[in-house]
């Protein structure tokens, strides 16, 4: 607790990364073999045993190639599309190190900073039950909800802290956590934190840490902001590169033109299916009323976004996961923060801004090699900026013009789910789960959701 006045927000740049500015290129360590299994890869046997009691019983290839090298103690930087298995790949290997070891309260040695909110719960999900099998506690900490929890655990010697930047920070400013004691630290989703504006906080968080500690950055673009991370905070990592961002093969994508008065019901049409259906809008207004829309229309519908409580989220979140709910209709704060097996379609109610958006609205879809369906709903007017992300994004969609009752929505919705008479307000919150439980139960309800990952 001594060291309290060294790890402040002010705190100058550490050493590492002081010697890493200059160093060109960030990426020179050669890659050790590729693994056929977890036990190949030296994931210890609790682990393995973890693994395997819920389900999973052999590597993706992106956790193939960066347990070995994770297990090492290498610095890794990791480029996956969504849904490659990304999680994983840093998840094993942080409870492996920090496996036979000492943690003093509110000192953690393993931290993974994520974007947001449903992210952070998502990783815990996936990294509690493994952290269990080898003896190790998991602490998640993000705004909108109560501080004093977090604290609480905190104090209680989490081993490994799983949180967003801003959130960290208040709590260090606080005394309320050290990141002197790091052995390990993650990065997740590295780009989507330079697009919300988190950079300069992570790099003071990475600064507070250890300069000889492992670093592990997993992305699904590695673009100037996050180079500029890796080259600062990087010591000649293995770079993995599993996959453009290029949307994956398994998805089909079509782009219908449509009358502005017809958005609701060509949303309907399509959501109207008995599949699970993501429908994304621009604002958070945007998402609340068409939410109401389908509800009204006998397709109850949770939403998501930034208005909502951090509790109504996770219910929204937890209906939709446990099927409670066939539809969710989301602002991009869910494009990363979903992650729950089986989404057939993906409906861009509203077309993106640009194509890293696009790209990971509809990685919601087609996770861990199953296929899926991308719908972009355009106006005439918006034609020419949606044939240009279109364009960047690598995509060449089925076109056409279409009313709500054209047949071509039909069959892209498949079998009609029977209809359900519900009053014209928004969808009750449904009690949720425990974002995480003990023992391979939780674990396999973590990895239905993020296997993908």
């Given at each position: 607790m001594s060291a309290l006045s060294t790890e402040r927000l002010s705190a100058p740049r550490g050493r590492?990364?002081?010697?890493r500015l200059a160093a060109a290129p960030y990426v020179g360590s050669a890659p050790l073999p590729q693994a056929a299994s977890f036990a190949g890869a030296g994931v210890p046997a609790p682990l393995v045993a973890a693994l395997a009691a819920a389900g999973i019983t052999a590597p993706f290839p992106i956790q193939a190639?960066?347990?070995?090298?994770?297990?090492?103690?290498?610095?890794?930087?990791?480029?996956g599309k969504t849904g490659s298995g990304k999680t994983l790949g840093f998840a094993i290997p942080l409870a492996a190190r920090l496996a036979d070891g000492y943690t003093s309260a509110c000192r953690p040695r393993g931290l993974v900073l994520v974007p947001t909110r449903e992210l952070a719960s998502q990783v815990h999900a996936v990294l509690a039950p493994l952290a269990e099998a080898v003896g190790l506690s998991v602490a998640t900490i993000y705004g909108g909800v109560p501080q004093k929890p977090q604290v609480a655990k905190l104090r209680d010697?989490?081993?490994?802290?799983?949180?967003?930047?801003?959130?960290?920070?208040?709590?260090i400013e606080q005394g309320h956590c050290h990141l002197g004691d790091v052995e390990t630290s993650v990065l997740d989703e590295a780009d989507h934190m330079a697009d919300l504006g988190f950079l300069p906080v992570v790099r003071r968080l990475l600064d507070?840490?250890?300069?000889?500690?492992?670093r592990m950055l997993f992305s699904a673009t590695l673009d100037a902001a996050v180079d500029v991370l890796a080259r600062r905070f990087m010591n000649q990592p293995v770079h993995h590169d599993l996959g453009s961002v290029e949307a994956p093969p398994a998805m089909v994508h079509h782009l219908l033109t449509i009358a502005a008065s017809d958005r609701v019901g060509v949303v309907a049409a399509l959501a109207g299916g008995t599949?699970?259906?993501?429908?994304?809008?621009?604002?958070?207004?945007?998402?609340?009323?068409?939410?109401?829309?389908?509800?009204?229309?006998?397709?109850?519908?949770?939403?998501?976004?930034?208005?909502?409580?951090?509790?109504?989220r996770e219910r929204n979140l937890a209906s939709f996961a446990d099927g409670a709910v066939r539809v969710i209709v989301a602002t991009d704060v869910a494009a990363r923060g979903i992650h729950v097996d089986g989404i057939d379609l993906v409906i861009h109610a509203d077309p993106p801004t640009e194509h890293k958006a696009y790209l990971h609205r509809s990685g919601r879809t087609a996770r861990a090699g199953a296929a899926g369906t991308v719908v972009t709903l355009q106006a005439q007017p918006q034609a020419a900026d949606v044939r240009a992300l279109m364009r960047k994004a690598g995509v060449i969609p089925l076109t056409a013009a279409v009313t709500a009752a054209a047949p071509l929505l039909r069959s892209i919705a498949g079998e009609p789910a029977p209809p359900v008479t519900l009053p014209p307000v928004r969808p009750p919150a449904i009690a949720a789960a425990p974002a995480t439980g003990r023992g391979a139960a939780a674990m396999s309800a973590g990895f239905r959701g993020r296997r993908g990952r």
């Amino acid at each position: 607790m001594s060291a309290l006045s060294t790890e402040r927000l002010s705190a100058p740049r550490g050493r590492r990364s002081q010697a890493r500015l200059a160093a060109a290129p960030y990426v020179g360590s050669a890659p050790l073999p590729q693994a056929a299994s977890f036990a190949g890869a030296g994931v210890p046997a609790p682990l393995v045993a973890a693994l395997a009691a819920a389900g999973i019983t052999a590597p993706f290839p992106i956790q193939a190639d960066t347990l070995p090298d994770a297990l090492a103690g290498r610095d890794v930087l990791g480029r996956g599309k969504t849904g490659s298995g990304k999680t994983l790949g840093f998840a094993i290997p942080l409870a492996a190190r920090l496996a036979d070891g000492y943690t003093s309260a509110c000192r953690p040695r393993g931290l993974v900073l994520v974007p947001t909110r449903e992210l952070a719960s998502q990783v815990h999900a996936v990294l509690a039950p493994l952290a269990e099998a080898v003896g190790l506690s998991v602490a998640t900490i993000y705004g909108g909800v109560p501080q004093k929890p977090q604290v609480a655990k905190l104090r209680d010697r989490a081993d490994i802290v799983v949180a967003c930047p801003g959130r960290l920070a208040d709590l260090i400013e606080q005394g309320h956590c050290h990141l002197g004691d790091v052995e390990t630290s993650v990065l997740d989703e590295a780009d989507h934190m330079a697009d919300l504006g988190f950079l300069p906080v992570v790099r003071r968080l990475l600064d507070m840490t250890p300069p000889g500690g492992q670093r592990m950055l997993f992305s699904a673009t590695l673009d100037a902001a996050v180079d500029v991370l890796a080259r600062r905070f990087m010591n000649q990592p293995v770079h993995h590169d599993l996959g453009s961002v290029e949307a994956p093969p398994a998805m089909v994508h079509h782009l219908l033109t449509i009358a502005a008065s017809d958005r609701v019901g060509v949303v309907a049409a399509l959501a109207g299916g008995t599949g699970r259906s993501l429908v994304f809008t621009r604002t958070k207004h945007a998402a609340s009323r068409l939410a109401r829309q389908l509800t009204a229309n006998g397709i109850p519908a949770a939403e998501l976004h930034g208005d909502l409580s951090q509790g109504a989220r996770e219910r929204n979140l937890a209906s939709f996961a446990d099927g409670a709910v066939r539809v969710i209709v989301a602002t991009d704060v869910a494009a990363r923060g979903i992650h729950v097996d089986g989404i057939d379609l993906v409906i861009h109610a509203d077309p993106p801004t640009e194509h890293k958006a696009y790209l990971h609205r509809s990685g919601r879809t087609a996770r861990a090699g199953a296929a899926g369906t991308v719908v972009t709903l355009q106006a005439q007017p918006q034609a020419a900026d949606v044939r240009a992300l279109m364009r960047k994004a690598g995509v060449i969609p089925l076109t056409a013009a279409v009313t709500a009752a054209a047949p071509l929505l039909r069959s892209i919705a498949g079998e009609p789910a029977p209809p359900v008479t519900l009053p014209p307000v928004r969808p009750p919150a449904i009690a949720a789960a425990p974002a995480t439980g003990r023992g391979a139960a939780a674990m396999s309800a973590g990895f239905r959701g993020r296997r993908g990952r």
